[in-house]
């Protein structure tokens, strides 16, 4: 009777050691950017008429509004924007390096295990291998809790710096700040660079909600260290919101790190997209790339 019951123990643990092994899941993020602060830029400006700015609204609302996959198991995701096939005669690299300032392009592959993370990203038609150590969280906990997808989850928040190569982080300058800008330039002719009435925050404030019922060390892009999969992350400009969860489905992803592209550090990379930007503002006599035409 003894043996019987260890050898049910054994057998029991067994089982219970290879289905965590062979544990796997996918949720689908819906990622949409607050607009409000670049179409304020539009209002009053006579020169875009209610045809152009629809035009801009549509590429606007392409851009920050997107799908994303991530695959998980108990150590390692990927995270990957949804395929969609682009309108004929579309500029598709001016697309895929707008994609890669607001949070897209390519695939984001996280190891919680080892901390490290490798993402592919395509830059002025280069591509790049970033690969680094995952960001440590501050993570505040909180007893907050509310129900997401049917999942119960808790509250989380965290200080972090603002990326200067995701767009999604400015913000817009104060009127007097433009103004007084403005002030500045002489030419009865010129063209406006619309980032200069933006700017970046040195912080930003991440609010998380994570279910401990899907207990993986996981979330969508960069975000992990948390016990439970975070099904919600908003950062004030940015929400990304858990839309569908399913585990443990028949049909297995391979879930490892993309190889292509030139190797590099985040730091190193951020410092080839800076620079790289810098010289477009000075070939455009300081106007940089987002421009349009006013008369004075």
Known sequence: MKNFYYTSVFLFLFIAANAQKDFQG???????????????????????TPEIQKMI????????????????????????EEEKLDAPGQSQGGMRMMSSFMGGGGTYYKNVKEKKYTVDKEF??????????????????????RVIGGYNCFKATAVIPASKTDFR???PKKKEEVKEGE???????KRTNFMDDFELPKEITITAWYTPEIPVNQGPEGYWGLPGLILEVNDGKTVILCSKVV?????????????????ISQKDYDETVTKKMQEMQ?????????QMRTNR
Do not use: C, H
């Open 282 to 290: 000075e070939m455009n006599g300081g106007r940089g790339g987002f």
């Open 183 to 189: 002030a500045k330039v002489e030419e009865k002719e």
């Open 247 to 263: 585990l443990n489905s028949k049909d297995k992803v391979e879930i490892k790190a993309p190889t292509n592209g030139k190797e």
């Open 169 to 171: 982080n400015f913000k």
């Open 26 to 48: 996918m949720a689908v993020y819906e990622s949409k950017t607050s607009t409000s602060d670049f179409k304020s830029r539009f209002e009053g400006n006579k020169e875009i």
């Open 124 to 145: 002025m038609g280069k591509e790049f291998l970033i690969k680094d150590t995952l960001t440590t969280y501050k993570w505040q906990m909180s007893s907050e809790a």
């Open 57 to 80: 609204e549509e590429r606007m609302k392409k851009m920050f509004e997107k799908t994303f996959f991530l695959n998980f198991d108990k150590s390692a995701s990927i995270y990957k």
